[in-house]
């Protein structure tokens, strides 16, 4: 028999949810608008934000670039390498989220020892096996070429494992519940945030030097990112978020205004991917939801062309699909240069090559094993599970263009879903051998 968890669990893992998420970023935030280094971040904003402007001043909306005092014609640019060292008062912010990661699964690790919840049987975590498998794989590839001690910083990207392993009473559908409604806020959390990023913050560099001087000349600041590091990883974030609200949201008819709150975050972060996820999920959920006809449904998947071929003109960047290109050439670049085993296992963790996306992360680390067993993984669950779609659909789209499970909160939430769908495919299995 399992124990049900009690009530204060599901909220108090919401709040350490929601905390997490919003700490993870918030050095980088911070120091974006000047309330860390603040002498650094008043000699960037003399120097790139020169103009008069508002009492708060509009610092976002100048040109991360500009043409070097000391060098006429050769262009400087603003650097963000400080705004990401965060200082050691503030760096002990990022750690928070390895509460929830290893500090969860560690908690319910005795828990199920001493038999107050059960284990997870074997049939419930099949699915999964061949995920830990590779992962294996990839350690034993990488221990003749360092210590266990030096792969640490190399795992990052599978600490979401532990949890879909042993999320115990976490994984629960009411504690899902409550996380979903945190989710909620961290969602509409993100306008806010930005609004103050578009009026303090230090802009960011992005595209081609012309564009960046075109929009300081408007007065549009630059991409923004909220409560995260990266302007896509808020885009990818958001329609993840949007997704997981959508599967577990108690209130239904929140849904609605979320989706479209979701929407302004997006745009003035200029996420493609995460534009385009949005728009899938929402067309998604429409034709799931209401029984429309099949004609219906055609026009509204057709609709999907014109938007993608307008999005670098929706977004102001002309150069978005030399950043696809880019992805799909350095993909082919890790294919050619391996050799058949190299394929099958990959690379193992220390492999040094940069990673902009899950599947290329995953043929370097773990080959086609790894490949096939993460997406497989996320097939059987999309089958099994019709509530987690959308949220599996803004996962699938967005590891495209990131490597999504180093992105918290996303990579937590993925564990526990996943974790979810597993358990209770089992159980629902079990009780119908057993009618």
Same mark, same amino acid.
């Given at each position: 028999?399992?124990?049900?968890?009690?009530?204060?669990?599901?909220?108090?893992?919401?709040?350490?949810?929601?905390?997490?998420?919003?700490?993870?970023?918030?050095?980088? @935030?911070? =120091?974006?608008?000047?309330?860390?280094?603040?002498?650094?971040?008043?000699?960037?904003?003399?120097?790139? &934000?020169?103009?008069?402007?508002?009492?708060?001043?509009?610092?976002?909306?100048?040109?991360?670039?500009?043409?070097?005092? /000391?060098?006429?014609?050769?262009? %400087?640019?603003?650097?963000? %390498?400080?705004?990401?060292?965060?200082?050691? /008062?503030?760096?002990?912010?990022?750690?928070?989220?390895?509460?929830?990661?290893?500090?969860?699964?560690?908690?319910?690790?005795?828990?199920?020892?001493?038999?107050?919840?059960?284990?997870?049987?074997?049939?419930?975590?099949?699915?999964?096996?061949?995920? @830990?498998?590779?992962?294996?794989?990839?350690?034993? @590839?990488?221990?003749?070429?360092?210590?266990?001690?030096?792969?640490?910083?190399?795992?990052?990207?599978?600490?979401?494992?532990?949890?879909?392993?042993?999320?115990? *009473?976490?994984?629960?559908?009411?504690?899902?519940?409550?996380?979903?409604?945190?989710?909620?806020?961290?969602?509409?959390?993100?306008?806010?945030?930005?609004?103050?990023?578009?009026?303090?913050?230090?802009?960011?560099?992005?595209?081609?030097?012309?564009?960046?001087?075109?929009?300081?000349?408007?007065?549009? *600041?630059?991409? @923004?990112?909220?409560?995260?590091?990266?302007?896509?990883?808020?885009?990818?974030?958001?329609?993840?978020?949007?997704?997981?609200?959508? =599967?577990?949201?108690?209130?239904?008819?929140?849904?609605?205004?979320?989706?479209?709150?979701?929407?302004?975050?997006?745009?003035?972060?200029?996420?493609?991917?995460?534009?385009?996820?949005?728009?899938? !999920?929402?067309?998604?959920?429409? &034709?799931?939801?209401?029984?429309?006809?099949?004609?219906?449904?055609?026009?509204?998947? #057709?609709? #999907?062309?014109?938007?993608?071929?307008?999005?670098?003109?929706?977004?102001?960047?002309?150069?978005?699909?030399?950043?696809?290109?880019?992805?799909?050439?350095?993909?082919?670049? #890790?294919?050619?240069?391996?050799?058949?085993?190299?394929?099958?296992?990959?690379?193992? $963790?220390?492999?040094?090559?940069?990673?902009?996306?899950? *599947?290329?992360?995953?043929?370097?680390?773990?080959?086609?094993?790894? $490949?096939?067993?993460?997406?497989?993984?996320?097939?059987?669950?999309?089958?099994?599970?019709?509530?987690?779609?959308?949220?599996?659909?803004? !996962?699938?789209?967005?590891?495209?263009?990131? *490597?999504?499970? %180093?992105?918290?909160?996303?990579?937590?939430?993925?564990?526990?879903?996943?974790?979810?769908?597993?358990?209770?495919?089992?159980?629902? /299995?079990?009780?119908?051998?057993?009618?």
């Amino acid at each position: 028999m399992v124990a049900e968890p009690h009530p204060r669990l599901g909220r108090l893992l919401a709040l350490l949810l929601l905390v997490a998420s919003l700490a993870n970023g918030a050095p980088f @935030l911070l =120091a974006r608008i000047g309330l860390i280094a603040p002498e650094a971040y008043q000699r960037d904003r003399q120097a790139f &934000c020169p103009q008069a402007g508002p009492p708060a001043g509009l610092v976002s909306a100048c040109s991360p670039r500009r043409v070097s005092p /000391a060098s006429s014609g050769v262009l %400087e640019r603003l650097s963000l %390498e400080r705004l990401h060292r965060s200082p050691p /008062a503030w760096a002990w912010l990022k750690t928070a989220r390895l509460l929830i990661l290893l500090g969860l699964p560690l908690a319910v690790l005795p828990a199920m020892l001493l038999g107050r919840w059960s284990w997870p049987l074997w049939s419930c975590l099949l699915p999964a096996l061949p995920l @830990l498998a590779s992962v294996g794989f990839s350690i034993a @590839l990488s221990l003749p070429q360092a210590p266990l001690t030096a792969l640490l910083p190399a795992l990052r990207s599978q600490l979401w494992l532990p949890l879909l392993l042993l999320a115990g *009473p976490a994984s629960r559908p009411a504690v899902l519940a409550r996380l979903a409604q945190a989710m909620a806020a961290l969602l509409l959390l993100q306008l806010p945030l930005m609004l103050v990023e578009a009026v303090r913050g230090l802009p960011m560099s992005f595209g081609p030097a012309a564009a960046q001087f075109a929009q300081a000349s408007l007065g549009l *600041p630059t991409r @923004l990112v909220g409560s995260f590091i990266q302007p896509n990883s808020l885009g990818v974030a958001l329609a993840a978020l949007l997704g997981f609200c959508i =599967a577990y949201l108690p209130n239904r008819r929140l849904l609605p205004p979320l989706a479209l709150l979701a929407l302004p975050p997006l745009l003035l972060a200029r996420s493609a991917t995460g534009l385009l996820s949005w728009a899938v !999920v929402m067309l998604f959920w429409t &034709c799931r939801g209401r029984r429309l006809p099949r004609t219906a449904r055609l026009s509204l998947l #057709l609709l #999907l062309v014109p938007f993608v071929a307008a999005l670098p003109l929706i977004l102001g960047r002309l150069d978005l699909w030399q950043s696809l290109t880019g992805r799909i050439r350095r993909v082919s670049f #890790l294919l050619h240069s391996s050799h058949p085993g190299q394929w099958l296992l990959g690379h193992g $963790l220390l492999s040094s090559s940069p990673t902009d996306s899950l *599947p290329t992360l995953l043929l370097l680390q773990g080959g086609l094993l790894a $490949l096939l067993a993460f997406y497989g993984l996320l097939l059987w669950v999309w089958r099994r599970d019709h509530r987690l779609r959308p949220f599996l659909l803004a !996962v699938l789209l967005g590891g495209f263009t990131l *490597p999504l499970t %180093e992105l918290f909160p996303v990579n937590a939430l993925l564990a526990l879903s996943l974790n979810s769908a597993l358990c209770r495919a089992t159980a629902k /299995a079990g009780e119908a051998r057993g009618a």
